[in-house]
């Protein structure tokens, strides 16, 4: 079982990237703050369940997107369709390009989640088990993700 201490390390050291991750399903930062407190303390209730210490990450990862899921439910249950608020797009700037973060809105979750966690450098493998997909398909989401968002950026140009 990971110790009290090599657990908090591991927490401190993803919290930007689950944060990203959170808010890629949640869209705001209330939401993903109640999804992390779940997924921090499933985690750390669940720890003795963890084999391997070099899992930990996609295993957190993985343990996040399903209490954000869960939220999102929560949220959705909870509010009727109209108060929903929806996600901003910021508008073009004056040169007339696309801003990146609303191109990556584009994209759809699992795509723009893969990319992230890819960009924050997190290994093919590792990505693969915390999205719970077989890496080919993680490598053609990521793909596909690359080439909607050059196509979006180069349209708007």
């Known amino acids: 079982m990971i110790s009290d201490k090599a657990f908090a390390q591991e927490i401190r050291d993803l919290t930007d990237t689950a944060f ?4 890629l399903i949640l ?15 499933s985690a750390y209730e669940n720890r003795g369940k963890l084999h391997k210490r070099d899992s930990f990450r996609a295993w957190f990862l993985q343990i996040l997107r399903y209490k954000a899921y869960d939220v999102l439910r929560s949220r959705q249950r909870s ?12 508008a073009p700037d004056t040169a007339g390009r696309l801003d990146l973060k609303a191109a990556l809105e584009k994209l759809g979750e699992d795509q723009r989640t ?12 590792e990505i693969s088990q915390a999205l719970d997909v077989p890496v080919g398909t993680l490598k ?3 793909f596909r993700a690359k080439k909607t968002l050059r196509a979006i950026l180069a349209e708007e140009q």
């Open 114 to 125: 893969a990319l992230l966690l890819q960009q924050e450098g997190y290994e093919l493998a």
């Open 20 to 23: 990203a991750v959170a808010y």
């Open 140 to 142: 053609s989401r990521i």
């Open 79 to 90: 509010s009727p369709v109209e108060e929903i608020p929806e996600r901003e797009i910021q």
């Open 27 to 41: 869209g705001n930062s209330a939401d993903c703050e109640d999804a992390m407190s779940e997924a921090i303390l």
